[in-house]
């Protein structure tokens, strides 16, 4: 039985990507290429103090779970909103695979993996397709 969900919780740094099935779940890290600091922006400096985002990392992880057939995006700050603006973008094939976005600090893969499944099982039965 092919994967057909994934599931990827992202920060700033780093992406838990898990793409699973009822029976089995694999899982990969993407992680940024530069750091991303919160910058504070000082009196009398050009510029707004914000980083800007590093799109090269929104891009490997759009390829991450691109094969999905249904994705869910976590994190606990502004990156999943960052990496669907990126998707909406540059990747609007995937982008349209999304779908929902939630907020959720920071678990364990196996805590994401739970939380995931139950998602998908309330998403499924709302479109009449309890299973995949």
Not at 29 to 36: E, G
Not at 48 to 65: I, L, M, R
Not at 97 to 102: A, L, S, T
Request: with cysteine; net charge negative; glycine share 6%.
């Amino acid at each position: 039985m092919p994967f057909c969900h994934a599931v990827v919780w992202l920060d700033h740094s780093e992406a838990h990507v898990l793409h699973f099935n009822d029976e089995a779940a694999d899982s990969e890290k993407v992680r940024a290429r530069s750091s991303h600091q919160h910058q504070h922006h000082k009196r009398g400096v050009v510029g707004s103090g914000h980083a800007t985002e590093d799109q090269a990392y929104y891009h490997e992880v759009a390829h991450a779970v691109a094969d999905a057939r249904e994705i869910l995006i976590v994190g606990p700050a502004g990156a999943k909103l960052a990496l669907m603006k990126h998707m909406q973008k540059h990747d609007a094939a995937v982008a349209d695979k999304v779908v929902g976005i939630e907020s959720v600090d920071h678990p364990s893969d196996g805590q994401l993996l739970a939380y995931a499944r139950h998602y998908f099982v309330k998403v499924d039965n709302l479109r009449g397709d309890p299973r995949h």
